[in-house]
């Protein structure tokens, strides 16, 4: 059976989605674990990331069951959700890796003032205080506030990993970009087979 066949096409696009379904439950790992040792407190950080891998799980869930049953329904649906997944997903991945410094500062400085839990986070897991200066009236988690010594900024610790981050985030984020529209390619050659061992009048 050549690969082009129907069930390598089925075996591939099976493997493709137990990939989805294991970065799924990756994703909710991550969260739990990161709530477990106490490095995440952030209810909305932690919902969004559970939110996604239970999004990315269902959509395993149906691009499984169609691509095993040969479901016509199942899987013009999974086709037309990864293909709007794909779009977004690359245009999320090149714009971080299009963004410079400047810009990288100012999205910084957006989502420090918008999220009281995550920089809370932030100060006490990088030990430092404040964005780009430290107010005594504020609150801070950091272990340097019961020092003598003076805190630092949190936002030029923040800025050397912030351009690391958003390359590893974009190029991560590509390559399931790419595995995504792969799996639209073999989801469409794979519904337009017939199953050699199916009647061949029947549609589902």
Request: hydrophobic residues 50%.
């Amino acid at each position: 059976m050549v690969c082009g066949g129907f069930a390598c096409s089925k075996n591939c696009l099976c493997a493709l989605n137990l990939l989805y379904t294991l970065v799924s439950l990756l994703l909710i790992g991550i969260a739990a674990w990161g709530i477990g040792f106490g490095l995440i407190s952030s209810l909305r950080v932690v919902g969004v990331v559970i939110a996604v891998g239970i999004f990315l799980f269902l959509i395993a869930l149906v691009g499984l069951i169609g691509a095993v049953k040969h479901h016509q329904v199942l899987l013009f649906f999974y086709m037309i959700i990864l293909l709007l997944v794909f779009i977004v997903q690359f245009s999320v991945s090149c714009a971080c890796l299009a963004l410079n410094q400047e810009q990288q500062a100012q999205l910084l400085e957006v989502g420090w003032n918008n999220t009281a839990s995550a920089r809370n986070d932030i100060q006490r897991n990088l030990n430092c205080c404040g964005f780009r200066s430290f107010n005594p009236n504020d609150t801070c988690l950091a272990s340097c506030v019961k020092s003598s010594r003076p805190c630092s900024p949190c936002a030029p610790i923040i800025g050397k990993y912030a351009g690391e981050v958003l390359r590893f985030v974009g190029g991560i984020g590509l390559f399931f970009s790419f595995t995504e529209i792969l799996g639209v390619w073999l989801t469409y050659r794979y519904r337009n087979q017939k199953d050699p061992r199916a009647n061949p009048s029947a549609f589902l």
